[in-house]
């Protein structure tokens, strides 16, 4: 079962999203809610998170965006799963493990952009059901980039690739 949490969904809104895979650290959440409230996009919070999904955790981060954000809360994978290929939706995965750089990727307007947990990432089933994998080429020797900044530079590649922002 899916949980809307928050909705003030406007004209404005995208069918781009974010997805976070048991998020660990509810600063990197708030973090991206906010962002999500500023570019119009939803989050898709798939549990059970590593910490309590309340105001309290995330308002630090998110500020007084959270009010604007709009989060789904899918209670685990399988029904994030279900849901998700039931509405046809690619899923695309931020995986240090990929190939294609995530600027080299053809983004569709309506895909789910996938983050995993900041301590583990997703682990092997979540890798393979993904539909597309991206990864952010980095300098070598680096293991990974915040997952809010990743969010950050994949939404915003595929925002501009797909004409919702200029």
């Known amino acids: 079962m899916s949980r809307r949490i928050t909705c003030r969904k406007n004209s404005a809104m995208t069918d781009l999203r974010i997805a976070l895979y048991q998020p660990d650290i ?3 959440t708030g973090t991206i809610l906010r962002l ?3 570019l119009a996009l939803t989050v898709d919070i798939i549990e059970p998170a590593g910490f309590v999904l309340s105001d309290k955790n995330l308002k630090r981060a998110g500020m007084d965006y959270l009010a604007s954000a709009v989060m789904v809360r899918h209670v685990n994978w399988e029904r ?3 849901w ?6 690619r899923l695309v995965l931020a995986s240090t493990r990929a190939a294609d750089p995530y ?3 053809e ?3 309506d895909d789910i952009l996938l983050f995993g947990r900041e301590s583990a990432g997703v ?3 979540v890798h393979d059901t993904a539909d597309a994998r991206v990864i952010i080429p980095m300098v070598e020797g680096q293991r990974s980039i915040n997952v809010a900044m990743s969010a950050a530079m994949i939404a915003g590649e595929a925002l501009r690739q797909t004409n919702v922002v200029s």
């Open 26 to 28: 509810p600063g990197n």
């Open 103 to 105: 600027t080299r990727f």
């Open 36 to 38: 999500a409230a500023c």
């Open 123 to 125: 682990p092997d089933h």
């Open 80 to 82: 994030f799963d279900a």
């Open 84 to 89: 998700r290929r039931e509405g046809g939706r």
């Open 107 to 109: 983004y569709r307007p």
